[in-house]
């Protein structure tokens, strides 16, 4: 996807701080975080929101959710991390390729706002 910034991340035509590379994915710190530890697990291939995938990217998800928790251990995360994956405008999601959001080293409140 041409005018995609995570596509473009993922190319390295925008740089980040990666954390975490695989054939699958990648995961980078988020520019604007909302927690000591928030790390952004976005898949290589473009599928614009959770919403949009399909039965065909059952075991993609899965790996995106084995590379959060494996990152949640590796980053000391032990006390608790969130996951979330925020779907569409209404719910928070500003960025057009799915990402899940790994937030931990707070207390997290429940529920979110
Ligand atoms: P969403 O709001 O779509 O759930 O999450 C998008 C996330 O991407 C936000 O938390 C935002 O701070 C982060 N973000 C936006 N632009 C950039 C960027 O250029 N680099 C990085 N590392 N994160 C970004
Ligand atoms: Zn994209």
């Given at each position: 996807?041409l005018?995609?910034?995570?596509c473009?991340?993922i190319?390295?035509?925008?740089s980040?701080?990666?954390?975490?590379?695989?054939?699958d994915?990648v995961?980078?710190?988020?520019?604007?975080?909302?927690?000591?530890?928030h790390?952004?697990?976005v898949?290589?291939?473009h599928?614009?929101?959770l919403?949009?995938t399909?039965?065909?990217?059952?075991?993609l998800?899965?790996?995106?959710q084995r590379?959060?928790?494996?990152?949640?251990?590796?980053?000391?995360?032990?006390?608790?991390?969130?996951?979330?994956?925020?779907?569409?405008?209404g719910?928070?999601?500003?960025?057009?390729?799915?990402?899940?959001?790994?937030?931990?080293?707070r207390?997290?409140?429940?529920?979110?706002?």
């Amino acid at each position: 996807m041409l005018d995609c910034l995570f596509c473009k991340i993922i190319q390295r035509s925008i740089s980040a701080k990666l954390v975490f590379e695989d054939n699958d994915a990648v995961a980078f710190e988020d520019i604007n975080p909302q927690a000591p530890t928030h790390v952004l697990v976005v898949p290589k291939k473009h599928v614009s929101s959770l919403a949009e995938t399909t039965d065909a990217d059952v075991v993609l998800l899965g790996r995106l959710q084995r590379t959060a928790a494996a990152l949640a251990a590796k980053l000391g995360l032990s006390s608790g991390f969130r996951v979330v994956a925020n779907n569409g405008r209404g719910a928070g999601q500003t960025v057009e390729h799915l990402h899940y959001h790994l937030l931990g080293g707070r207390e997290m409140k429940w529920p979110p706002g």
